[in-house]
């Protein structure tokens, strides 16, 4: 089985404290509107994030399959147009992944995954994981073997300086062996230091818990910071300390692909932006004026995306420069 490995003495690979690995799938949805007319766009959760942070102006890899027909090379440019690293991906013969999304009267979607034989089942090649930074992942990542295996053992072996964030993004039409998905979910969340996660996801994995009770037991499994979303609810940020609160404003949405890709975007990012003057301590993703700040940021990111058709996050110079601060 493929893995990644941490180098260590001469054959260390260092990070930028602001860099961001971003793992897992890179696909294209086909949205079906409510009068039928369909759309393809480039899509799949952890392809999102990396294209939201390459726009927020953080330097970002993503490390994944894409396949090498039209779709994939549509893929690989738009990646590349928004300043993302493309050294890690790998190029398969097997055809694009693709995600059939159909939109509700109020723009949320639902979806359903065409994946079997194609590029999201592909592993990406080994590398040494860097030092420092931090590894983002989730999706179709935490589904599709051999790469959920692949992620696991990636994060298993990475430095102790490099922090990780998870956005589970449960995807049950895709999940066969709903257990040994749990188990594994339960797994990586126990190792990461940031966890996003949804009210839905949470119906799934613990189906006869309370949503918050459900954060709260992640939070318990060994993560730092969970982070819950329902949609233009508040935001919720639980930590050993206490949890917070953060209010949504309201806005007039189009669509929701790629709203919870573009708020986990705009939470890293700030902490990137963080990372340029002040070292990530553990101890800091608990202080309760920094992860109001980061969470804000993540959603005015995921505000603007979702007045927009599509995953189309922001560029950096569409949010206010106060929120940076």
């Known amino acids: 089985m493929s893995k990644c490995f941490a180098y260590v003495c001469d054959d260390v690979v260092m990070a930028s404290p602001t860099h961001v690995s971003v793992f897992g799938e890179a696909l294209v949805d086909l949205i079906v509107a409510q009068g039928g007319e369909v759309h393809a766009v480039f899509g799949g959760a952890p392809f ?3 294209r939201a942070l390459g726009r927020l102006g953080v330097p970002t890899s993503f490390v994944g399959s894409i396949a090498n027909d039209r779709f994939g090379d549509g893929l690989v440019a738009e990646l590349t147009a928004d300043g993302v690293n493309i050294e890690r991906v790998r190029r398969t013969t097997s055809p694009t992944t693709l ?3 159909e939109l509700s009267s109020r723009g949320s979607a639902s979806y359903r995954f065409y994946v079997d034989g194609t590029s999201a089942q592909e592993a990406f090649d080994d590398f040494p994981i860097q030092v ?8 179709l990542g935490l589904v599709l073997n051999p790469v959920a295996d692949q992620i696991v053992s990636c994060l298993e072996n990475r430095p102790a300086s490099t922090r990780v964030m998870v956005d589970v993004n449960c995807r049950p ?35 006869d818990v309370p949503v918050r009770d459900a954060a709260q037991r992640i939070l318990e499994s060994g993560p730092t910071l969970v982070l819950l979303t329902a949609g233009s609810d508040p935001v919720e940020a639980f930590t050993s300390q206490q949890s917070i609160r953060v209010e949504v404003p309201p806005v007039e949405i189009v669509d929701t692909v790629g709203a919870g890709d573009t708020f ?5 990012a700030w902490w990137a932006h963080y990372a340029t003057t002040e070292t990530i301590e553990l101890q800091t993703l608990t ?7 980061s969470v804000k940021m993540g959603i005015h990111s995921s505000a603007i995306a979702v007045v927009r058709r599509g995953a ?7 949010l206010d420069d106060a929120l940076w601060d």
Do not use: C, H, Q
């Open 287 to 293: 202080d309760v004026d920094l992860v109001t700040r």
């Open 99 to 101: 995600a059939l999304a």
């Open 48 to 50: 999102n994030t990396a």
């Open 264 to 268: 986990g975007a705009g939470f890293l």
């Open 132 to 139: 420092g930074g931090w590894m983002m992942t989730g999706g």
């Open 173 to 207: 039409l895709v999940i066969t062996n709903t257990d040994e998905y749990r188990a594994r979910v339960a797994k990586v969340l126990s190792m990461v230091d940031v966890v996003k996660v949804s009210d839905e996801d949470l119906s799934y994995l613990y189906p």
């Open 312 to 318: 189309d996050p922001p560029y950096r110079d569409e």
